[in-house]
């Protein structure tokens, strides 16, 4: 279920839904968050993951290894937000039609 662009709400910023969507597996690095949103760039990548990380949405973990290793994952409460979003994008299939 992917569901993460014209519904008629947000959660979050415009990239929000897609880093929840692209975590719901598991820890994921910067890169392979990124190759699955294509569209967006690193500078703006970057700063929805601080800012969920600030939210407690995400937990960031880095490594201290040469080259440096950092990787995203959700916390509880992001799960919880994963939920809601999968709730909404239920009801946008069942209450929005196509024109």
Same mark, same amino acid.
């Given at each position: 279920? *992917?569901?993460?662009?014209?519904?008629?709400?947000?959660?979050?910023?415009?990239? !929000?839904?897609?880093?929840?969507?692209?975590?719901?597996?598991?820890? &994921?690095?910067?890169?392979?968050?990124?190759?699955?949103?294509? *569209? %967006?760039?690193?500078?703006?990548?970057?700063?929805?993951? *601080?800012?969920? @990380? &600030?939210?407690? !949405? %995400?937990?960031?973990?880095?490594?201290?290894?040469?080259?440096?290793?950092? @990787?995203? @994952?959700? !916390? @509880?409460?992001? *799960?919880? %937000?994963?939920?809601?979003?999968?709730?909404?994008?239920?009801?946008?299939?069942?209450?929005?039609?196509?024109?």
């Amino acid at each position: 279920m *992917r569901c993460t662009h014209d519904l008629p709400y947000q959660i979050g910023d415009k990239w !929000t839904a897609h880093v929840l969507r692209g975590l719901q597996g598991g820890r &994921r690095r910067f890169g392979e968050l990124r190759a699955g949103m294509p *569209r %967006v760039t690193p500078k703006v990548l970057a700063e929805t993951l *601080r800012a969920m @990380e &600030r939210e407690g !949405t %995400v937990s960031r973990e880095a490594f201290a290894e040469n080259p440096p290793r950092v @990787e995203y @994952e959700l !916390t @509880e409460q992001g *799960r919880r %937000v994963l939920g809601l979003l999968d709730l909404c994008c239920d009801w946008a299939r069942e209450n929005l039609v196509e024109t």
